[in-house]
């Protein structure tokens, strides 16, 4: 069953290019076609193919996970969400991967991320009087927030731990031989 090529997609050619300049840099994060073709599935010749803008094959989403792990950044995911209106942050910041923080320390976080967030909006309103392209960088207003979205997006994976870890408790109860213990 061939696909026509008159079929109505819904997103524009220059979305799918920019996919496929995506899946290049992606790549290239890797350290280009050989080392990418050793962490995936698909050789270096499949490789190159994701991303020639005239292709008409994309990268399949296993082969972009691989290569996303190995280059440390989901540069086609965060491509692919900006195309869908979504921005991607993550959840813990560079550098603290796998350290995990009581929700109070998070919640605290998250306090300091606002009043900082809101210090920063106040001084490019009160340089400026409005947003301007000059005081959004002067005052790193958009890292403020990604900082800040970071904060709540921690703050919720740890809510949402211990939620399962104690519906987890609750549907496995442990039982302990009242004998054993003197």
Request: charged share 20%.
């Amino acid at each position: 069953m061939s696909q026509s090529t008159s079929t109505m997609r819904p997103k524009s050619e220059a979305d799918y290019r920019v996919l496929k300049q995506a899946s290049k840099r992606l790549i290239k994060a890797c350290g280009g076609l050989e080392a990418a073709s050793m962490v995936t599935r698909v050789g270096h010749s499949e490789l190159a193919r994701y991303y020639d803008p005239s292709e008409r094959l994309f990268m399949p989403i296993d082969v972009a996970a691989d290569l996303e792990s190995i280059a440390g950044n989901a540069v086609l995911s965060q491509s692919l969400a900006n195309m869908q209106g979504f921005a991607l942050i993550p959840i813990e910041p560079q550098g603290t991967m796998g350290q995990t923080h009581h929700w109070t320390v998070l919640l605290a976080q998250l306090g300091e991320e606002t009043a900082a967030t809101m210090r920063q909006i106040g001084a490019a309103l009160t340089d400026h009087g409005t947003f301007t392209a000059q005081s959004i960088n002067n005052y790193q207003l958009t890292r403020h927030f990604d900082n800040l979205i970071q904060a709540a997006m921690q703050l919720k994976a740890s809510i949402a731990q211990r939620q399962e870890r104690s519906t987890q408790s609750r549907n496995n109860p442990v039982y302990i031989n009242a004998g054993l213990i003197r």
